[in-house]
């Protein structure tokens, strides 16, 4: 079985500080770890994803993640946080390259001008 | 990169209706695609995966003679809500994933904007 955990529901940061969106991962074997953004009333939207190589990844709207293998965990940051970063994120796992996406329940963050 | 568009965006029937959504690979073929219901500030839960062709298949605890899944082409597949009740309303997002676009090994999964789906 495969499993996320998004232990924050909800992350506040100020705009212009660094944030951070936590995740955990279990899985069997090694993993594929993807980062989802969705804003209100919207489908997914890949942010970025790690299925091998350096641990640092960097995706979309500049945010970045880190595998972090001994600790199970694949963070989502951005140095810089903006208003317009305010949205629901999702962290996502799956076991092998046919297998399905599971998520994770999801951190609301809210960027405050 | 690859688009899945899905139609409605927004419908509102009445309980005892029927109501088909569609889901579209604009620009790939996707011979299979995912279901998933969400609901407010919930995660998604994944209902079915349909492969083209053949039948879907179903989560635990999702009822397949309630929400009918067709994917009779590499670009379509629809699901179909029957005898909708209040307690269907939800946001449904469909999924497809993109056999030719394959990153190390791993195939590719695009999703669609959702759709809100009241039931009155």
């Known amino acids: 079985a495969q499993s996320v955990a998004q232990p924050e529901d909800q992350v506040n940061v100020a705009e212009g500080n660094p944030l951070t969106v936590k995740c955990t991962y279990s899985?069997?074997?090694?993993?594929?770890l993807f980062w989802y953004v969705q804003y209100p009333n919207r489908g997914l939207q890949f942010l970025l994803k790690?299925?091998?190589?350096?641990?640092l990844v960097k995706g979309s709207y500049g945010f970045e993640a880190e595998f972090n293998k001994s600790q199970t965990s694949f963070h989502l940051k951005k140095p810089s946080a903006l208003v317009s970063d305010s949205a629901l994120y999702f962290c996502?796992?799956?076991?092998?390259?046919?297998?399905?996406?599971?998520f994770g329940g999801g951190t609301r963050l809210m960027v405050k001008p | 990169g690859a688009v899945v568009s899905q139609h409605p965006s927004r419908v509102i029937c009445k309980s005892g209706t029927s109501v088909k959504i569609e889901c579209r690979s604009l620009?790939?073929?996707?011979?299979?695609m995912f279901w998933y219901r969400q609901f407010p500030k919930q995660s998604l839960m994944l209902m079915a995966t349909?492969?083209?062709?053949?039948?879907?298949?179903?989560e635990q605890g999702v009822e397949k003679d309630k929400f009918l899944i067709n994917h009779a082409s590499l670009t379509l597949s629809t699901l179909t809500v029957t005898s909708a009740h209040p307690e269907d309303s939800s946001f449904y997002i469909c999924?497809?994933?993109?056999?030719?676009?394959?990153?190390?090994?791993?195939?590719?999964?695009?999703f669609g904007p959702g759709t809100r789906l009241t039931v009155t």
């Open positions: 620009d790939f073929q996707a011979t299979t």
């Open positions: 999924s497809a994933r993109d056999f030719r676009a394959r990153t190390s090994g791993i195939y590719e999964q695009y």
């Open positions: 899985v069997s074997g090694n993993p594929y």
């Open positions: 790690y299925i091998t190589g350096d641990n």
């Open positions: 996502a796992v799956r076991r092998d390259a046919g297998n399905m996406l599971t």
């Open positions: 349909s492969n083209e062709g053949s039948k879907a298949t179903y």
